[in-house]
């Protein structure tokens, strides 16, 4: 699917999918809908009343307990990771995914559904052009887990992931650009996992009630148990790269630069994600604030020539630590005398003289 990297996209028709939420257990039907241009990507909730809609972007960031959560208010929506990988990596900018449940469907526990989906829908061109995230310098984050990720310049999306697991059992690693035929081809394909050790603790806390082996891979010790034989010799890390290209898509604009990632996590992307949008913001005040308009004349090197004595006063300097203001009230030459206020205004002369010397024209 040839995708303009210049201009917004959407899909071109709706297109519905059906299945098992991994972590509630629910069954629920997503659709995908056209949206107009800068309207980003957003969830609605049809078995709500009033159907409200998340803003899929980091402000709205609320878990990222093994998977990530966004939220407006009391509403929810987990696990929305392969659901945002599929749609940022395949081009798609402006979408609605309408739900009756609060969590996707897990499929096969890749992003390979939805990407089948779009592919269904089909992709739009739409008569805007793209907002880019440029990465000027390094941006890093780093956690107490030992997740490591950091962001360097780079004229494409390009992402290299180390991932090892429990005594670094299955360090796999991988480096590729993010185009959506690579996507499709080397990235959605694979599948979430998740280690043996770390299963009870979930079910604990009444999470993955929809797992089985169907929709995800369990790694006990060095067996892997699967339905089918591993997709990739590396699948761990294909999913790894999954997951950040669905975190950072929450930045609510495409990156162009190279993450680095050693055992990255949901809660290391989301930092990430959280560090991007800090500095485009930061950009953005820097933008505004350059652009405030200036009076033609104004020229602060010229502030003590060109206004004349009798306008001295009209410059930033006010009040009693005005030095050269003209205005002087009759309590001062009552209290002082008229000799003692000239001799102040013949020092005051020769004070605008000095500065007249030093300052630049």
Do not use: W
Not at 26 to 39: N, T
Not at 172 to 184: G, H, K
């Amino acid at each position: 699917m040839a995708v303009s990297s210049e201009l917004q996209h959407t899909v071109g028709k709706s297109a519905s999918l059906n299945g098992t939420s991994l972590h509630t257990g629910e069954k629920v039907s997503l659709k995908v809908h056209p949206a107009p241009v800068d309207y980003g990507i957003k969830f609605k909730r049809k078995d709500l009343q009033d159907e409200p809609t998340i803003d899929a972007r980091i402000d709205n960031l609320k878990m990222v307990e093994r998977a990530t959560t966004i939220g407006e208010g009391s509403v929810r929506v987990h696990t929305v990771e392969h659901v945002l990988a599929a749609l940022s990596a395949m081009g798609v900018d402006n979408a609605v995914v309408e739900m009756d449940a609060n969590e996707p469907p897990i499929g096969d526990g890749s992003a390979q559904p939805y990407v089948d989906l779009i592919n269904k829908a089909g992709v739009t061109t739409q008569e805007e052009p793209r907002t880019f995230f440029d990465v000027r310098e390094p941006i890093h984050v780093e956690s107490k887990t030992g997740a490591l990720l950091v962001l360097l310049p780079d004229e494409k999306f390009r992402i290299s992931c180390t991932q090892t697991g429990p005594d670094n059992r299955f360090t796999q690693y991988l480096s590729m650009e993010i185009t959506p035929a690579v996507f499709e081809r080397e990235i959605a394909p694979a599948r979430t996992f998740v280690y043996y050790e770390d299963v009870e603790p979930l079910m604990e806390k009444n999470l993955i009630k929809g797992g089985s082996l169907e929709n995800a891979i369990v790694v006990r010790g060095e067996a892997v148990l699967s339905k089918e034989p591993l997709r990739f010799a590396d699948e761990f890390v294909r999913h790894k790269i999954l997951d950040i290209i669905g975190d950072l898509a929450l930045v609510g604009r495409r990156i162009r630069g190279h993450v680095v990632a050693v055992k990255p996590g949901h809660a290391a992307n989301a930092d990430l994600a959280r560090s991007v949008a800090r500095e485009q913001a930061r950009r953005g005040t820097l933008s505004v604030t350059r652009a405030l308009p200036r009076s033609e004349n104004y020229q602060p090197h010229r502030l003590f020539y060109e206004r004349g004595r009798s306008k001295i006063s009209q410059t930033r300097f006010s009040g009693r630590h005005d030095f050269y203001s003209r205005r002087i009230d009759q309590s001062s030459r009552k209290s002082h005398g008229q000799g003692e206020m000239s001799l102040r205004g013949k020092r005051r002369s020769r004070f605008r003289r000095r500065i007249d010397v030093h300052v630049p024209r």
